[in-house]
C-alpha cells in the first residue's frame, strides 16, 4: 500500500476510534497527543477535556524543535476537515514547512506552554518525565540565549537565541513578557517537586533565572516609574512606563516578589495604582467596572483578566484600596458579552452564544478588539478563557463554537484564532498567547491547580502582600 495511502487509513481508524463515546485520552504513542474531531453525545467535561487536550497540541508539537520555545503563531492552512488537512499535507509539497516553519517564538507565549504542560502531567496526557526533560530543553536555550539584565525579550530566535526585534526601538528586555515566563516557571518549580535528578535540576534552572531578573532595572533608578522595555542599543528610549489597568498586573505582583531586586510599593503607586487609566467605577448593562478607565471601550479586551490570572486568583483577592478582583473579572466578561448580545454595528453571527472581543487575528490583521474597536470578528479564547468567571455563559458559547462551528474553526491545535461570520472570515492561524490561556483557564475552572500552584509561592505571597493585597491564600 501506497505510504500516503496507509497514513489516511490509520488516521482515519485513530479518528474513527477516539470518536467513540467513551474516549481515551491516553490513547495513542506514549507522549505523543493525537488529534480528535468533532465528537457528538459527550458530557460537558468530556467536552472542556477534548479541548483542553487538542489546545495544548500547540505547545507540544508545535513547539520550537531546536529550544522548545512556543512558536509565536503558526500559518498553517487551516482546512476545512481533517479529511482536508490530511489530504493537504500530502498533495501540497511545501505545506510541510507552512505547518512546521518558523523561527520567531514568544516569551510569554512560552510562559503559558509551561503552564500547560503542567496540567497536560496532571491530566496525564503526557508523561511526567518527558514534559521535565522538555522544561529543561527550554531552560538550559534560555540561559544561554540574549537576556537583558536578566530580562528577555519579547520574540526571540528558537534556533540561535537571539533577539527579534518586536520594533525599531523594542529591541532588547520585555518584562511584561517576562512575567509570563517566570509565572510559568515558578508555577513548574512548585508542581515539579520529585528527587529525581532531572527535577531538581529544572528547580535549580528556574531559580538562576528567578534570581537574575533586574526588575529594578527598569526604575531607571528612579524608584517612581516602571517601564516595560529596555535596550543595549536604544537604552530606556522606548520611554513606556507600565501603566494600569490592563493585563500588566502580574508583572508588578512578580517585580515586589522578586528576592534579589524587588521593585518598592512607591514604583507600584505612582506607575499602576496612580494611573489616570487605573480605576473606572462606571457601571455598564447593570454591571460595575471596577477597574480600567476604557469609558468607551467598555473595560478594553478580555485578555486584560486572563492574562495575570492564570496564576492569579482573583477569588477573594482584594487590594487596600477596596478593588474586589473577582467582580472585577467576571464584571469585565459580562460587559464584553452584553456588547455583543447588544451587537450595535449588527454584525452578523453574534449573539449570547457567539461572542468574546480581544486581542488575536481578523481579516485586517492583528487587532486589540474591543466594544470600541469591534470589527465584527470573534476570538474564541476570549469567551472559552473566562470559563472560572462566567461557567454558564463560557460553556453556552464554547459548544457553539465547537458543535455549530467546528467544521470551520476546529483543527489539530484547537480552535482557530478567529472569526467573522458577518465576513465569511475564519482564521488560519494559532496564536500562542490566545491557546495557553484555554488550557489553563479551563483547569483553573475545573480544578483550580494553577491557582492551587502559584498561590501558595512564598515569594508570590510576599509580592501581594508588599503591594497591599489580601487573598485567602495569604496567611497573617
Known amino acids: 500500500m501506497p505510504k500516503k495511502s496507509l497514513l489516511v487509513l490509520l488516521f482515519i481508524i485513530s479518528f474513527l476510534h477516539l470518536s467513540a463515546q467513551k474516549i481515551n485520552f491516553k490513547d495513542g504513542y506514549p507522549n505523543n497527543v493525537n488529534p480528535i474531531g468533532i465528537v457528538k453525545n459527550i458530557s460537558d467535561s468530556t467536552l472542556l477535556e ?3 487536550r487538542q489546545t495544548f ?7 520550537h524543535p531546536v529550544s522548545g520555545l512556543a512558536r509565536e503563531r503558526d500559518v498553517a492552512v487551516h482546512a476545512v476537515s481533517y479529511w482536508d488537512y490530511i489530504n493537504e499535507a500530502w498533495d501540497e509539497p511545501n505545506l510541510s514547512k507552512t505547518i512546521f516553519g518558523g523561527e520567531d517564538c514568544a516569551i510569554g507565549g512560552t510562559g503559558m506552554g509551561i503552564l500547560s504542560t503542567i496540567v497536560a502531567v496532571q491530566r496525564g496526557w503526557i508523561g511526567r518525565d518527558t514534559a521535565v526533560k522538555r522544561l529543561i530543553k527550554i531552560a538550559d536555550f534560555l540561559y544561554r540565549a540574549d537576556c537583558y539584565h536578566g530580562i528577555y525579550p519579547h520574540f526571540m530566535n528558537g534556533t540561535t537565541g537571539k533577539t527579534v526585534p518586536f520594533d ?23 508542581y515539579f517537586t520529585g528527587d529525581a535528578i532531572t527535577e531538581k535540576y529544572l528547580r535549580k534552572r528556574i531559580d538562576q533565572m528567578w534570581g537574575a531578573a533586574n526588575w529594578n532595572w527598569h526604575t531607571k533608578g528612579e524608584n517612581k516609574r516602571l517601564y516595560w522595555h529596555w535596550s543595549p542599543r536604544n537604552d530606556f528610549d ?3 512606563p507600565v501603566w494600569g489597568y490592563n493585563e500588566c498586573l502580574i508583572t508588578y ?9 524587588g521593585i518598592s510599593r512607591n514604583v507600584y503607586d505612582s506607575t499602576w495604582s496612580g494611573s489616570f487609566g487605573w480605576q473606572n467605577g462606571k457601571t455598564y448593562y447593570g454591571y460595575k467596572l471596577p477597574l480600567g478607565n476604557y469609558d468607551k471601550d467598555r473595560g478594553g479586551p478580555l485578555f486584560f483578566e486572563q492574562y495575570t490570572y492564570m496564576g492569579i486568583d482573583p477569588n477573594e483577592l482584594k487590594d487596600d484600596h477596596g478593588t474586589d478582583y473577582a467582580e472585577q473579572t467576571k464584571n469585565h466578561t459580562l460587559i464584553n458579552r452584553a456588547y455583543c448580545i447588544e451587537n450595535p454595528n449588527h454584525y452578523k453571527g453574534y449573539s449570547a452564544q457567539c461572542w468574546g472581543l480581544t486581542a488575536g487575528d481578523s481579516y485586517k490583521g492583528y487587532v486589540a478588539h474591543s466594544p470600541e474597536n469591534d470589527k465584527g470578528v470573534i476570538q ?3 469567551a472559552i478563557s473566562s470559563m472560572p468567571y462566567t461557567p454558564k455563559e ?4 464554547l459548544k457553539y463554537f465547537y458543535y455549530e462551528l467546528g467544521s470551520k474553526i476546529w483543527g489539530p491545535f484547537g480552535f482557530a484564532d478567529g472569526f467573522s461570520i458577518h465576513h465569511n ?8 498567547i490566545d491557546q495557553g490561556p484555554i488550557v489553563v483557564m479551563i483547569e483553573n475552572y475545573r480544578s483550580g491547580l494553577i491557582w492551587n500552584l502559584f498561590m501558595k509561592i512564598p515569594d508570590v505571597q510576599i509580592g501581594l502582600k508588599k503591594l497591599g493585597f489580601k487573598s485567602k491564600w495569604i496567611k497573617d
Not at 532588547?172 to 518549580?189: H, N, P, Q, R
Not at 472570515?425 to 500562542?432: C, G, P, Q
Open 394 to 397: 463560557s460553556m453556552e458559547a
Open 168 to 190: 525599531r526601538l523594542d529591541d532588547g528586555a520585555d518584562i511584561v513578557e517576562t512575567s509570563y515566563l517566570l509565572m510559568g516557571f515558578l508555577c513548574a518549580k512548585e
Open 57 to 63: 497540541r500547540y505547545f507540544w508539537h508545535y513547539a
Open 50 to 52: 477534548i479541548v483542553q
Open 425 to 432: 472570515w475564519y482564521a488560519k492561524s494559532h496564536l500562542a
Open 253 to 261: 505582583i512578580l517585580s515586589a516578589a522578586s528576592p534579589n531586586h
Open 238 to 240: 522606548m520611554n513606556f
Open 380 to 382: 474564541p479564547t476570549a
